[in-house]
């Protein structure tokens, strides 16, 4: 199977303080892009402030106080985009900050948009708009609202919800199952005193990674760096080892009632394998020939020839080395949806898999990677997956490592995957009669 070359490379320029740095060179975008993370270990007591206080530093900065003023000042750096998002991987909350905006290269009279627009990202991220020590009381109360909103809304896409409760159930008692915008109550018992205590500790003590994505030169990449000077930084915060592998007693069965016409059906899986084990490739294209895509076996046996489901698929959670098997069925199949979900992961075990099936979902995979090389924020997201895991991996020799998997090695790992978590979102009643 041939593929092209990748036109991307991540080098580290170097850590000071707890602050790494990275390069992502490409020839190919005619933009640049700054990503900013702040990594905490993922925690209750935090993870409910760490998810608003980006919201609130994109508000305005010192000197544009105001969204109005942030705003005029980005159309005249040539339109330039400044974004932020709260996430997890693993057991760590992400709090990321990143600023989009078109090349050196392509500006008029020599603009130097990468230093102006850096020095501004900088600015928003160390010198927010406060009043009497504090984040402007009006932009505090109403993201906190708006957070409360997020949270709420997560039960929009009852397939998500459904996955994502799945995986917390799972981790019931461990980091992994703290919600990455944490909850409702302690959004509510929120102050804005108290946020900036929290927002001073994540900006002095807390692991930070900066990707620069794009053609920036050696100069400009150092005075970038020297600039984070500003920041006084002390006593970092270890990330500690995410806990992969755990003893699986006994196969627990959750049910949880909501207003849905359709089940969502949730097998969750424990792979005991680590992000940084060679054994992760091999369970990678084991996920891809349970649930995938198309040429899955829980697509062809669920949805097509057993018509159980509008939607199976599996997902591969890399970091804590989860894998849930994830339905759309009528509430009344439950036992013959979960039965014939069942079948599959015992037919992988079996070392039922076709050539077809390897070859289908290596080359979904390489398709993906590569369309991936096409969005500077996958890019960056795919490096620091890398970096967090303890690999290096560029896309080429991750692809390799995926092609070399062989059937056996699938079949060695799926005898590894324990069972952990039947979790079932059904109708009020039990019976599906209520639409969504």
């Known amino acids: 199977m041939k593929r092209e070359e990748n036109s991307s490379s991540v080098i580290e320029l170097g850590q000071k303080h707890g602050i790494s740095f990275f390069h992502v060179k490409s020839e190919k975008f005619k933009t640049a892009r700054i990503d900013i993370f702040v990594l905490d270990p993922l925690n209750e007591a935090n993870a409910t402030q760490n998810a608003l206080i980006p919201f609130i530093l994109k508000r305005g900065c010192r000197r544009y106080p105001t ?49 102006k627009v850096g020095g501004l990202l900088l600015e928003i991220l160390t010198d927010p708009v406060t009043e009497n020590g504090m984040f402007i009381n009006d932009y505090f109360e109403q993201e906190r609202e708006n957070l409360i909103q997020r949270i709420r809304s997560r039960v929009n896409n009852k397939m998500y919800y459904a996955f994502q409760r799945c995986m917390e159930e799972m981790c019931k008692d461990e980091p992994f199952a703290v ?57 970092i915060v270890s990330l500690p080892k995410i806990q992969v592998k755990k003893e699986i007693k006994e196969v627990r069965r959750i049910e949880e009632p909501m207003d849905v016409s359709q089940g969502k059906l949730c097998i969750g899986f424990r792979t005991q394998i680590e992000a940084n084990s060679p054994e992760y490739y091999p369970v990678v294209i084991y996920n891809g020939i349970l649930g995938g895509g198309v040429q899955s076996k829980l697509f062809q046996n669920v949805r097509e020839k057993e018509s159980l ?29 979960e039965r014939i979900m069942m079948e599959q992961v015992k037919a992988i075990e079996n070392g039922d898999i076709t050539d077809y099936e390897m070859e289908a979902t290596k080359k979904s995979f390489i398709t993906g990677l590569k369309s991936m090389q096409d969005s500077q924020g996958a890019m960056v997201d795919f490096y620091l997956s890398q970096y967090l895991s303890g690999e290096n991996d560029s896309v080429n020799s991750f692809i390799d490592k995926l092609l070399a998997v062989t059937k056996e090695d699938v079949i060695r790992v799926s005898k590894k995957i324990s069972q952990d978590t039947v979790y079932f979102l059904t109708s009020l009643s039990g019976e599906g009669e209520r639409r969504e």
């Open 67 to 115: 969204q109005q003023e942030l705003s005029l000042k980005l159309e005249e750096l040539y339109g330039a985009g400044i974004n932020v998002a709260v996430y997890k991987k693993g057991e760590y909350q992400l709090i990321h900050l990143n600023a989009g905006f078109v090349s050196d290269r392509f500006t008029v009279n020599g603009t130097k948009l990468f230093e």
């Open 179 to 235: 919600y990455e915008d944490g909850d409702e109550e302690s959004a509510k018992a929120l102050t804005n005193d108290r946020l900036m205590v929290r927002y001073k500790e994540l900006l002095s003590h807390n692991p930070v990674f900066v990707y620069i994505s794009g053609n920036v030169s050696e100069l400009e990449l150092r005075n970038f760096i020297e600039k984070f000077e500003v920041i006084e930084r002390s006593n």
């Open 309 to 337: 489901a509008y939607s199976a698929f599996s997902s591969l959670e890399k970091f804590k080395g989860l894998l849930v098997a994830v339905s759309g069925i009528e509430i009344s199949e439950r036992e013959r949806a």
